[in-house]
C-alpha cells in the first residue's frame, strides 16, 4: 500500500509559476512509473507528465516547455513544475504511481486526493 499525499496548489495568475508536490509512503526512486493527472469538472482525468524508473519523461502537448516532472529521491517526492501558467490549466491535479512493472504484484496503480489548481486571467 503507497500513501500519497499532495501539496503546492492554490491560486495562480496567467503567467505565473506553482509546484505541485507528491509525498509518498515508501521510496520513489524504487517506483516503475510516477506522473501527474489532471482533471475538470465533467472531463475524463487525462495525463499531464510521467516519469518512468528509467527517468523517461512523457508531457501532454498542451504542457510541453512550460511543465516539468521530476523525482526527488531523498525527500520522496514527486514534483511538477509548472511556470506560464494558462486559465486552461485550471483543473484537479492528481498524483499517480505504479510502484512495479508489468506482471509484477506491485504493478498497481494509486492515486492521491487531488489538489486544486485555479489560474487566473
Known amino acids: 500500500q503507497v500513501q500519497l499525499v499532495e501539496s503546492g496548489g492554490g491560486l495562480g495568475q496567467t503567467g505565473g509559476s506553482l509546484r505541485l508536490s507528491c509525498a509518498a509512503s515508501?521510496?520513489?526512486?524504487?517506483?516503475?512509473?510516477v506522473a501527474w493527472y489532471r482533471q475538470t469538472p465533467g472531463s475524463r482525468r487525462t495525463l499531464v507528465a510521467s516519469i518512468t524508473g528509467r527517468n523517461l519523461t512523457k508531457y501532454d502537448e498542451s504542457v510541453k516547455a512550460r511543465f516539468t516532472i521530476s523525482r526527488d529521491n531523498a525527500k520522496n517526492t514527486v514534483d511538477l513544475e509548472m511556470n506560464s501558467l494558462k486559465p486552461e490549466d485550471t483543473a484537479v491535479y492528481y498524483c499517480y504511481v505504479v510502484p512495479g512493472p508489468p506482471g509484477w504484484s506491485s504493478h498497481v496503480a494509486y492515486w492521491g486526493q487531488g489538489t486544486q489548481v485555479t489560474v487566473s486571467s
Open positions: 515508501t521510496k520513489v526512486s524504487n517506483f516503475y512509473e
